[in-house]
């Protein structure tokens, strides 16, 4: 499997939000506040080869299930990458986009994202890809933020989302990833809500690639 150098990032895959990316790490403590256990319980469930998409700053490999062998970790963005061969440097850290996975079919046995679906270019795409590296049974775990299903809350998404998404590294407020996830070849096995109302409701669940 591929193991890039920092800076040696796919052409097509290059992402580059300097300023996002290094106020990241300042805010993993609140995130970790909010999200730990959520976390925890998406990744023990992790097993086999395991491709983390969108890896960001790494904290979805110390929460790993120990059945997870293998892991590969996947981010476009250069800033993030070297936070993770710092932090990381026995495991294989790639520089791609999630729309266009340099791994071949049925690579993995286990595909993670935390956070992720709201700030690629095309979820459907990401959905098809991670289908596509996923073994025959294998799986699909999800921890992301999605649209407020309320008419108000909703409303206020909507209107912040330019200046949010501009802020926040491209990060969409009002995706409908259950939906996508639905809509996708994957079958839902189960999706549950986190946390519920505010700008940014959670959810969780499991997706499976057909045998």
């Not at 890809?129 to 299903?149: K, W």
Request: neutral net charge; hydrophobic residues 45%.
């Amino acid at each position: 499997m591929p193991d890039t150098e920092p800076d040696d990032a796919l052409p097509r895959a290059r992402v580059d939000h300097p300023w996002f990316s290094r106020g990241y790490p300042l805010a993993e403590w609140a995130l970790e506040l909010a999200l730990g256990d959520a976390r925890r319980a998406q990744n023990a469930q992790a097993s086999g080869r395991t491709l983390i998409i969108g890896a960001g700053t790494g904290l979805d490999v110390p929460v790993l299930g120990r059945g997870a062998t293998d892991v590969v970790l996947l981010e476009p963005d250069a800033t993030m990458r070297r936070t993770l061969f710092r932090r990381f440097p026995e495991w294989a850290i790639v520089g791609a986009s999630a729309e266009a996975m340099p791994f071949t079919e049925g690579t993995f046995d286990t595909v993670i994202s935390s956070l992720v679906l709201c700030s690629v270019g095309d979820v459907a795409r990401v959905l098809e890809e991670i289908t596509r590296v996923l073994v025959p049974g294998g799986q699909y775990l999800f921890l992301e933020h999605i649209a407020n299903p309320h008419r108000l809350a909703g409303m206020v998404q909507q209107g912040i989302e330019p200046v949010w998404r501009l802020l926040g590294g491209g990060c969409r407020l009002i995706r409908d990833v259950e939906t996508a996830v639905r809509q996708s070849p994957l079958t839902l096995t189960y999706c549950e809500t986190v946390r519920a109302g505010g700008l940014l409701p959670i959810i969780r669940g499991r997706a499976m690639k057909s045998r």
